[in-house]
């Protein structure tokens, strides 16, 4: 209960905090401090959580159970790494006069509001709720996607609004539905909303109206998570934005926006599977998976734009775990899971190395970058080895994952197994032969005013390496009971 | 009296926000848009100050006071300073092919019908048959969306929408429950409020108003 309260609380205090104090020199350390609050609140969370089972608090309406557990502590600590990485990004950036004074202000306390929401979506056990929360995550994250004011940022955080604002609204009336079959058992009122409630029932829910409902928010929380064809705000957003928000937004809300999927599918799936039905919710996601994996593959060689580049990468990794989860069964989404951990956090790791490497060379295109170990070996190194981890090279955590992925596809759906092989390797190539000349070569990097922060980068890629060396038994045992939850 | 009446009232004003909606597609002056979001949010008021009277549901009086606030007065209010200080109340937006518009809205709309059948035929309320009409007035709000080039007339898309859905809540369930229907609201109210800033910034930056400036970006 209090850490629920400290959990949630912390974000919304350090906003308006934060919209107080204004841009003055400490303003970047109480944002860290804040998430580091935050953070704190989430572990004392995840420990009791694993000692005592799951949470219901404030009327049922928050919980926490194995499966947001660990998406709760995932968001919370690169939310953390994140701020402790804009620190100096943000000071270089007002040092190179991108970004006033006032949208120092708007930046750290629309990070924290960002980090609110997100934890809101994740803990919230009502669906409407969680609508509320994805929604306002968007309406926070415009801000900051437009903070330089530039005409492309303007211009990406234009098409990032209406898109996402339609698409949510499709996952609105996908609510609605979903609350009207459940009134039909549960009766009227808020706990019908509730996902524990719907959960215990969802073998008599109706069925057509959940796979009518389920193709709406499959459609709206899809256009979040960047599955194709929904997925053009994206690149946009992603390279127009501020580097730690680039971080967050793929490395957190793309997973995010995928757990509101997961919730939805499961309820759908369940009340379909009652009636003998197919799994239509995990057949939908399987192929949206498998065509968000392809599609990103392709457009990766096309890429001049560093940050364009790995936002495919993302929308490439979130189709995979689509895929995975579509798939089901105790090993896909126990892969699944571990996926959504390690590209979240080799993902943000890259994002950190390739926002210092643009603030040394002073462009993000990547033919202008060149020779980054010569200069500076730490974003050098941190760079290539957050490359070789992302692209699935053993014994990176993502090896692990994409392994267990790929041999549940052999067994499960042999047709997939080659397309998913192919999409990858077309994905090494794009990106290894471009990230390569970067690293190597010639250097046209320079001085940075601030030292860089670069222990986010290596303290993400050693966990990363960790989890692809040797896992904790009890973060196994956490996964499974995860991935027994989604079924 | 009520009884008798109240459900075919709420279908001819269902008919009326359609209608609306129709208006709204076509017509190209920016003042009288929002005259017509306005009054679509006053008709969705009167249906579901209606459904609360007829059904005994007595939290969609709230809910109708909250439409009433928000989409009658507060955001055509501040659509209209929006426009007048940005000197484009009598702008006429040059729309090319009214008539196929029309007409692809139409198709939506028999779509909308088609695939609202079988829900409806679940659901238990009196408003059950204006389900299909919601989603068709959601479906048409997003094609304006999508057919307009000006900022604002997209950013009323996107408020016409919320009504739809607003509608589609009241018809199939009575409304959502208090607690959501106030935060997507808030959403709303606060989505409107970024875009109007938004709106300056575009102005300021672009010295127009014309999204079509806004296309640089795209795969090379």
């Not at chain 2, 009241?170 to 959403?187: F, H, K, N, R, S």
Request: glycine share 8%.
């Amino acid at each position: 209960m209090v850490e629920m309260i400290v959990l949630l609380g912390s974000p919304l205090l350090g906003a308006v905090v934060l919209a107080l104090y204004g841009h003055r020199e400490r303003a970047g350390d109480i944002n860290a401090a804040f998430s580091g609050l935050t953070f704190f609140a989430a572990a004392a969370l995840t420990t009791r959580v694993i000692e005592h089972g799951p949470l219901r608090v404030l009327q049922q309406q928050l919980f926490v159970d194995s499966l947001n557990v660990f998406l709760v502590t995932l968001t919370a600590f690169v939310a953390m790494t994140t701020a402790l990485f804009s620190r100096p990004y943000m000071r270089i950036e007002r040092d190179h006069g991108r970004v006033s004074a006032a949208g120092l202000r708007l930046y750290h306390s629309m990070y924290q509001l960002f980090s609110f929401t997100m934890l809101l979506v994740l803990t919230t056990n009502n669906l409407g709720i969680m609508w509320v929360a994805m929604e306002a995550a968007t309406l926070t994250t415009v801000l900051l996607v437009a903070l330089y004011r530039t005409h492309a940022s303007l211009e990406a955080a234009w098409k990032y609004f209406i898109l996402c604002g339609v698409g949510i609204a499709q996952a609105l009336f996908g609510t609605i539905l979903m609350y009207f079959a459940a009134e039909k058992v549960l009766g009227p009122g808020v706990n019908s909303l509730l996902w524990t409630h719907l959960d215990a029932v969802k073998g008599s829910l109706e069925p057509t109206v959940m796979s009518i409902a389920f193709v709406f928010l499959l459609v709206g929380y899809g256009t979040k998570v960047g599955l194709v064809p929904l997925h053009n705000w994206l690149p946009d957003a992603h390279a127009e934005g501020p580097t730690p928000v680039s971080a967050v937004l793929s490395g957190l809300l793309l997973n995010v926006a995928l757990y509101a999927l997961i919730r939805c599918k499961v309820i759908t799936d369940g009340s379909l599977l009652q009636m003998g039905s197919k799994p239509f919710a995990s057949l939908l996601m399987m192929g949206f998976g498998l065509l968000s994996v392809v599609v990103a593959a392709f457009f990766l060689s096309r890429q001049r734009d560093i940050k364009r580049m790995f936002a495919y990468s993302s929308i490439e990794h979130m189709g995979l775990v689509t895929f995975a989860f579509g798939m089901g069964g105790p090993v896909a989404s126990f892969a699944g899971l571990l996926h959504m951990t390690v590209h979240s956090l080799t993902k943000s790791a890259i994002f950190f190395a390739v926002g210092h490497a643009a603030q040394k060379t002073g462009t993000q295109l990547m033919e202008n970058i060149r020779g980054l170990i010569r200069v500076s070996p730490t974003v050098g190194w941190g760079l290539m080895l957050g490359t070789v981890a992302i692209l699935g090279m053993p014994p990176f955590g993502v090896f692990a994952s994409e392994f267990l992925i790929l041999t549940q596809a052999i067994a499960l759906h042999p047709w997939a197994a080659p397309i998913l092989l192919g999409a990858l390797g077309v994905a090494f190539a794009a990106i290894f032969g471009k990230v390569q000349p970067m690293v190597f070569g010639d250097t046209t990097a320079r001085r940075l005013p601030h030292p860089p922060a670069l222990v986010p980068v290596f303290a993400h890629l050693a966990i990363v390496l960790l989890l692809g060396l040797y896992m904790p038994p009890y973060l196994a045992d956490w996964y499974r009971q995860a991935a027994r939850l989604i079924g | 009296m009520l009884e008798h009446y109240g459900p075919q009232l709420i279908n001819l004003f269902a008919a009326v926000l359609l209608l609306l909606a129709f208006a709204m597609l076509a017509q190209r002056r920016m003042l009288s848009l929002i005259n017509l979001f306005a009054a679509q949010g006053f008709v969705l008021f009167l249906t579901t100050s209606l459904v609360g009277a007829v059904t005994g549901q007595h939290h969609l009086y709230w809910s109708a006071l909250l439409t009433l606030a928000l989409k009658v007065l507060l955001l055509p209010w501040i659509l209209h300073r929006l426009i007048r200080r940005l000197k484009v109340k009598w702008d006429v937006e040059t729309l090319i092919n009214i008539p196929t518009t029309m007409l692809v809205g139409i198709v939506l709309v028999v779509l909308a019908f088609n695939l609202a059948l079988p829900i409806s035929a679940l659901a238990g309320t009196v408003t059950r048959s204006t389900l299909g009409i919601a989603l068709a007035s959601v479906l048409l709000s997003f094609l304006m969306m999508i057919t307009r080039s000006k900022a604002i007339p997209q950013v009323i898309g996107f408020l016409a929408m919320e009504n739809g859905l607003f509608f589609a809540a009241t018809g199939a369930v009575y409304g959502m429950p208090m607690v959501v229907e106030l935060g997507v609201a808030l959403d709303v109210l606060v989505g409107a409020l970024i875009l109007g800033i938004f709106i300056f910034e575009i102005r300021e930056r672009f010295d127009s108003l014309d999204t079509r400036h806004l296309e640089k970006l795209k795969e090379h």
